[in-house]
């Protein structure tokens, strides 16, 4: 089992900044693949960016140079930086691992970009 905790999201001004971070816990040696996905009001989940235990990155087109996913394997944390937020960037953020049998996913933080 692994346990996945979020922090970091909030209410930011169109251009301002937010870094979320995600604690995992547990079984923490299974995870291959770590990643954020998000969920917007009436549309599917959808991924942003993923990073595998190597250290290799992938991004959803609409963040790629703007987003950055990093993992601290000492404090067993992941990350996403967010500069220059946009309204359409306002959703529901999840943290995620991968291990070999399943998905686990944490409980959520909102962001939201309004002026």
């Known amino acids: 089992q692994v346990q996945l905790v979020e922090s970091g999201g909030g209410l930011v001004q169109p251009g301002g900044s937010l870094t979320l971070s995600c604690a995992a816990s547990?079984?923490?040696?299974?995870?291959?693949?770590m990643g954020w996905y998000r969920q917007a009001p009436g549309k599917l989940r959808e991924v942003v960016a993923t990073?595998?235990?190597?250290?290799?990155?992938n991004y959803v087109d609409s963040v790629k140079g703007r987003f950055t996913i990093s993992r601290d394997n000492a404090k067993n944390t992941e990350y996403l930086q967010m500069p220059n937020l946009k309204p359409e960037d306002t959703a529901v953020y999840f943290c995620n691992a991968q291990t070999s049998s399943r998905f686990y996913w944490g409980q959520g933080t909102q962001v939201t970009v309004s002026a």
């Open positions: 547990g079984n923490i040696f299974s995870i291959y693949v």
């Open positions: 990073i595998n235990s190597d250290g290799s990155t």
